[in-house]
Nanobody, 118 residues
Framework: QVQLVESGGGLVQPGGSLRLSCTLSGSGFAILTMGWYRQAPGKQREPVAIITSSGTTNYAHSVKGRFTISRDNTENTLYLQMNSLKPEDTAVYYC????????????WGQGTQVTVSS
């Protein structure tokens, strides 16, 4: 019933910008939190940015001041604006929606590749 579709990844030079988006489809649930995670080859998946239902945000130290997480008016689309990109930002980025429907559930997007290279 629930599906997340990501877009916006690509190749960018150091110092450049990208904007990722993630759209959720489905019904019968309430969104609790939304977030972005990333995983580089050979490394564990790590959180990048989280936004709560009240709009409170939390960022990994490595991206603070460079990335901005936001959501649209209907709260079914999640964005990650990435500025001043660095080679160490290269990873597959995944969106995550934590929702409530009798119990809590986590739904993940398919992932989108971000490559930062000269």
């Amino acid at each position: 019933q629930v599906q997340l579709v990501e877009s916006g990844g690509g190749l960018v030079q150091p110092g450049g910008s990208l904007r990722l988006s993630c759209t959720l489809s489905g019904s019968g649930f309430a969104i609790l939190t939304m977030g972005w995670y990333r995983q580089a080859p050979g490394k564990q998946r790590e959180p990048v940015a989280i936004i709560t239902s009240s709009g409170t945000t939390n960022y990994a130290h490595s991206v603070k001041g460079r990335f901005t997480i936001s959501r649209d008016n209907t709260e079914n689309t999640l964005y990650l604006q990435m500025n001043s990109l660095k080679p160490e930002d290269t990873a597959v980025y995944y969106c995550n929606f934590n929702v409530w429907r009798q119990l809590t559930y986590d739904f993940w997007g398919q992932g989108t590749q971000v490559t930062v290279s000269s």
